[in-house]
């Protein structure tokens, strides 16, 4: 199946689990119908500036599946602590982190498994780049030594990703 037809696929299935009633293909709205959804559903919410919503039904290469989903208000982001954001966003911010997080999100999960992969560094600045992660959220551990993303992180880190893609 080609991407284009999975997508479709997933923007039916989506529609049909919001009630939403999806335009028809070729029409001008085709590209826009979760935002001419969104602009319904926050103009029945008495939100006059609307929102932000993002979601994701994922399998992630070691086969377990996350769906997830959040909504703000344009008032709740705008007045939100942006530094606590930049701390969240910084952790990102190493190419290190986020192939440590990609090789975790795909099944290594120690870091006697991460230590194998190249060019993560040594076991001591794998760990300190795990507990980067872990403060701002981005890591859990799971017990024994063992890391993982949190179920509800998966999806806002795929959307932090798929938004810095040019």
Known sequence: MSLEERVAALERRLSALEGARQPETGTADTDRWAVARLQEEFANADEPDGGVVFAGSVRLPNDQRRDWQAG???GDLI???????AECLAALGSPVRL?????IMGGRRTAAELAEVDGVGTSGQIYHHLRQLAAVGWLHTAGRGRFEVPETRVVPLL????????
Request: charge should be negative.
């Open 99 to 103: 192939r440590l997080l990609r090789e």
């Open 159 to 166: 959307v932090a990703l798929a938004s810095a893609r040019r």
């Open 79 to 85: 007045e939100d602590d942006w530094a606590e954001t």
């Open 72 to 74: 703000f208000t344009t």
